[in-house]
């Protein structure tokens, strides 16, 4: 009996070690702790230059924004009526955004009313606010329930922005570091998922739709790659 404990814990000793190694190396090459910054007229003048960088006016007037998400999930989102269609592996779900009860559920192109399709929405919707954040962000710095800082950083400007509500995980903080014409090339994140606190993620390749407006089809987060395909933009 003596023998198997010790293998077991030589086991969980050789499986957990590396990775408790792997992390402390992580968290204290990259923690960051939350900056201090100034909110009022700065920061609001700031935030919206970079909307101003971004061609806001063109994002506001797009009423449908189709793109694919790591080649993992798909969507079409209608702004206007505020609706998106949500598709991964054999499920689609029409999202209702303003009451997600109203959301319909289809698994291998028929519709389903039973209990799965409630945990369907839910994660559908939960989805849909990870995935449409990596490419619409910068356009939400105004959004309810957000607040706006300026933050020098090596006598340059940069937008801290926290959303106190809304979304899947409200009191997130977003540091918005931006190049000389006032356009986002990263931000640096202080989230409840992350375990480490400012970790950075590039903003790049962006192109410009249809409309106008403009949206990246790459992030670099580390050493993962996120990227967004597919994009398609009309209005009415």
């Known amino acids: ?13 050789f499986l957990t070690l590396p990775s408790l190694l792997f992390f402390a190396f992580f968290y204290f090459k990259y923690h960051e702790n939350l900056p201090e910054g100034t909110s009022g007229n700065q920061a609001d003048t700031l935030a919206y230059n970079m909307l101003n960088a971004l061609n ?10 189709e793109w694919t998400f790591k080649n993992r999930r798909h969507y ?3 702004k206007s009526k505020n609706t998106c269609e949500v598709l991964w592996k054999s499920y689609r779900v029409d999202l209702n955004l303003a009451n997600p ?13 039973s209990d799965i399709s409630h945990d369907l929405i839910k994660k559908a919707l939960r989805y849909f606010n990870n995935d449409s ?19 020098k950083i090596a006598n340059k400007d940069a937008l801290l922005v926290t959303y106190s509500s809304g979304g899947t995980t409200p009191g997130d903080s977003y540091l ?51 990227e967004i395909t597919h994009i398609k933009t009309s209005s009415n």
């Open 176 to 226: 918005w570091l931006l190049d000389d014409n006032d356009k986002p090339y990263a931000f640096k994140m202080w989230t409840s998922i992350l375990p480490i606190d400012g970790l950075e993620a590039s903003w790049d390749n962006w192109i410009t739709t249809n409309t106008g407006a403009m949206l990246p089809t790459f992030h670099k987060f580390l050493f993962l790659g996120l």
């Open 101 to 113: 009860t109203k959301s319909t559920v289809f698994i291998h192109g028929f519709r389903n009313e």
């Open 1 to 13: 009996m003596k023998k198997v404990l010790k293998i077991i814990l030589g086991g969980l000793v």
């Open 133 to 151: 954040f990596w490419l619409v962000a910068p356009y939400k710095v105004f959004d309810k329930g957000t607040e706006r800082k300026l933050v």
């Open 76 to 78: 079409i989102w209608n």
């Open 56 to 65: 806001y006016e063109a994002y506001k007037n797009t009423d449908m924004i």
